[in-house]
Structure formats: C-alpha cells, structure tokens
C-alpha cells in the first residue's frame, strides 16, 4: 500500500513523526556518517569480491598481494568517484549508485590499462560492467528496501 499521507501533510515534511524515523533509520535520506561508512565499505567489499571471483576462475592465486594488486585500479576509481560525484553527500541514492558504477568501471578500466599496464579484452570489460552493475547496485537496492523487506514507500509506521 502506499502511503496516504499528501506530500504537503506534517507527517512527510517534519521528520519527528514515526513514519519519517523509520526512512531516517534506514538511511535512505541520510547522510549520517555511519550510512556513508557502511555504504563506502559495501562499495569496496563489492570490488573485490569481483576482483577475488575473477582471479579464482583465472587460476590466478588468491594472495592478498595479489588481490590487491589486481582491485587497485578499480578502488582508486571507486574513491576517485565517490568524490568527484559526491557520492558520500546520498550514497544509497539510484543516481549516486549509477555513477559509483559507471565510475568506477570507466574509470578503473582506464586506469589499469594506462596506468598498471594491464589488459582491458572486451571480454573482460563486458563482465566488469555487468558484475560491478549488479553488486554496487544491488546491495543499494537492498538498502533502500528498509528493514522490513518492503519499499519504504509501502510501509506504514
């Protein structure tokens, strides 16, 4: 059901009531220091989670030198993007997630091509571009659903 409050009711313009809480709470118009840490490091747990995937099917080692090595291009473009987009000011923002990761695909890409002398086969820039989608996007998606499970426009306080 969606809310039956009008958008000009005291209930959705003064966030004391129970109903604007409970969005606070979730953080998904927040810009809470605790909402941006945790969102940073969703962001950095998702690239290298894609990182430590890729290097398993490449029989390439899971040392965390390794990992390192190959995440690097792709968390500078993360940090380089958080901050270039203003990502921190509404981290579970839909534009703020779609920038996080056009961001830090474009931007890592380049990187490690230019930068780490390192291999960009199309192959691999298709998969980055859908895997890093679903990861930094998805944990987003989860984010904003709230606690209950529902969109936060559904639910009743």
């Given at each position: 059901m969606i809310d039956a409050d009008p958008p000009s009711s005291p209930e959705t313009t003064n966030p004391t009531?129970?109903?604007?809480?409970?969005?606070?709470?979730?953080?998904r118009n927040s810009t809470s220091p605790r909402v941006v840490a945790w969102s940073l490091v969703a962001d950095v747990v998702s690239v290298?989670?894609?990182v430590t995937i890729g290097r398993r099917n490449h029989d390439e080692g899971l040392t965390p030198g390794g990992i390192i090595e190959t995440a690097a291009p792709f968390l500078a473009a993360l940090?380089?993007?958080?901050?270039?987009?203003?990502?921190?000011?509404?981290?579970l923002g839909i534009r703020e997630g779609v920038a996080t990761w056009i961001g830090t695909v474009a931007l890592g890409m380049a990187l490690r091509r230019f930068v780490f002398d390192e291999g960009?086969?199309?192959a691999f820039v298709i998969v980055a571009t859908v895997f890093l989608a679903a990861l930094l996007n998805g944990w987003r998606a989860l984010a904003r659903r709230g606690?209950?499970?529902l969109p936060e426009t559904t639910r009743h306080p």
């Open positions: 009531t129970p109903n604007e809480k409970s969005r606070f709470a979730t953080g290298l989670v894609f940090a380089s993007t958080w901050l270039i987009a203003l990502v921190w000011r509404r981290p960009t086969a199309t606690p209950s499970g």
